[in-house]
């Protein structure tokens, strides 16, 4: 999703909770799995199903570039 849509407009990084249960307090990550934006804002977040391409690009406000 991230090629398809935002190629080289994105850095992703993937965190394991249970390893670094720290981050994810500090983060605010309630469940999982937890999807953040944080730039450009405002800050979103999607938790649950992220299975439907449609649902997270329109959760996370983005919109491909013309």
Same mark, same amino acid.
Do not use: N, W
């Given at each position: /999703? ?9 850095? $992703?990084?993937?965190? =394991?909770?249970?390893? @670094?249960? %720290? $981050? %994810? ?6 469940? *999982?799995? *937890? $999807?953040?934006?944080? @730039? ?5 977040? @999607?938790?649950? =199903? $992220?299975?439907? /391409? ?6 996370? =406000? ?5």
């Amino acid at each position: /999703m991230c090629e398809e849509h935002l190629r080289g407009r994105y850095e $992703l990084e993937v965190i =394991d909770i249970y390893q @670094l249960p %720290a $981050l %994810a307090k500090d983060d605010q990550i309630v469940a *999982t799995p *937890t $999807l953040v934006k944080v @730039l450009p804002a405002p800050l979103r977040r @999607l938790i649950g =199903d $992220l299975s439907k /391409m449609e649902r997270v690009l329109f959760g996370m =406000d983005i919109r491909e570039q013309g």
